[in-house]
């Protein structure tokens, strides 16, 4: 029998989602995956206050008559970044009413524990640092012991080394987006830094969160190992690169990825190259160069300008693909002329032509792209935004 998974599970399900795709209209998928990290690191706190005033986690057996499980209660918060919603175990059949006493706690101090856990995400911490920043954010008399704390906060550091292994092969990106979305204070004990975070859009328009690091923001020299890092665990060139509040961010991507802009030129020559094969069949007939130009481009033209949408990353296979694409779409065009009994030698190359520079327009012009904000610097092919 299926175990009904907890909140905690449920919100740890999402988050996977967001870090294979997601079709949730956000402007910073980053964000709602810290958002969620929280919501969930809170949630796993007061089911385990419930499993320890019980004495049982949620599945084992009972032990004894004292007390049941009876659902949950929503509750919601407020934090700096938005309204947060908990479920809170309830309880019956026990000598006394069941209150959470870290609700109450949370409610006091919610903002403070979203603090602790947004300065401590994506770096290795100690029992100090954790204590520092407690007193820093005056989170006083604490319901969970600091060793209770720290092993939740243990449990995002481990999720943060998965999520710096993950392969990236498989997340083929048209849209990569760069941005510090959470900065340390000068107030506490750790060093001044951001926490730097990467996202991008699929040719579909699903988003997915891709990685985080700490850093400073405007140190090209990090912003240059986060992208390689990314690169090296296999995520390939994306058509458009957006930047946030870093220049150094920018400067970065240009210098790890020169030729994006050239994606655009490449497409310049197809078109050319169509346009010189019209051309030739309709003013050179009866040339050998107007033979060459023309075979080349049947055999080639319209693949090259649609393989490409499909991002595979793999140079001889996209050649392959466009060749047996462009014979294709050739053989097809010339049976339904033939069979229309409007056979014609110059209106075939005309049609093929028109289906290669509509596969251009699709690649320089997607029908779907995450929408951007104008404060988004821009590098890559076609229009930004």
């Not at 995400?121 to 520092?132: E, I, W």
């Not at 939740?152 to 083929?172: F, G, M, P, T």
């Not at 665990?233 to 058509?239: D, F, S, T, V, Y």
């Not at 060749?323 to 065009?333: E, M």
């Amino acid at each position: 029998m299926n175990r009904k998974p907890t909140p905690s599970e449920q919100l740890s399900q999402e988050m996977d989602q967001l870090l294979a795709h997601t079709t949730r209209d956000t402007e910073s998928p980053a964000n709602l995956y810290l958002m969620l990290t929280t919501q969930r690191i809170l949630q796993e706190a007061l089911e385990g206050e419930a499993d320890s005033y019980l004495g049982r986690g949620r599945h084992e057996k009972r032990r004894s008559p004292f007390g049941r499980r009876n659902g949950y209660k929503t509750v919601k918060l407020t934090l700096s970044q938005g309204e947060l919603e908990l479920r809170v175990p309830q309880v019956r059949g026990a000598p006394s009413p069941y209150h959470s006493r870290l609700l109450e706690q949370l409610k006091d101090n919610a903002t403070s524990l979203e603090y602790l856990i947004d300065h401590l995400y994506g770096r290795k911490f100690t029992n100090d640092d954790v204590a520092n920043l407690l007193h820093a954010y005056q989170v006083k008399k604490p319901v969970l012991a600091p060793e209770v704390i720290l092993d939740i906060l243990r449990r995002v550091e481990a999720d943060y080394a998965n999520l710096c292994q993950r392969d990236l092969s498989k997340s083929r990106i048209e849209q990569l987006f760069l941005a510090p979305v959470r900065e340390n204070e000068r107030t506490t004990s750790l060093p001044h830094d951001s926490l730097l975070a990467a996202w991008g859009v699929r040719p579909g328009g699903r988003v997915v969160v891709l990685h985080f690091i700490r850093g400073d923001k405007e140190n090209e020299a990090v912003w240059r190992d986060f992208i390689l890092d990314m690169r090296d665990r296999g995520l390939a060139e994306p058509k458009h690169i957006y930047t946030h509040g870093s220049s150094a961010a920018l400067s970065a991507a240009r210098r790890i990825y020169p030729f994006a802009a050239l994606r655009g030129i490449s497409s310049l020559l197809i078109a050319l190259f169509a346009l010189s094969a019209l051309a030739l069949s309709m003013l050179c007939p009866d040339t050998m160069i107007r033979t060459v130009v023309v075979f080349l481009f049947l055999i080639s033209g319209p693949g090259l300008a649609f393989v490409r949408l499909l991002m595979l990353g793999d140079e001889v296979t996209e050649l392959t693909l466009a060749i047996v694409f462009s014979l294709a779409v050739s053989t097809i065009v010339s049976e339904m002329l033939v069979l229309s009994h409007i056979w014609s030698y110059e209106l075939a190359i005309l049609i093929v032509v028109t289906i290669t520079l509509g596969g251009l327009m699709l690649d320089v012009f997607p029908l779907r792209r995450q929408k951007v904000s104008k404060n988004w610097a821009h590098y890559g092919i076609g229009y930004g935004f």
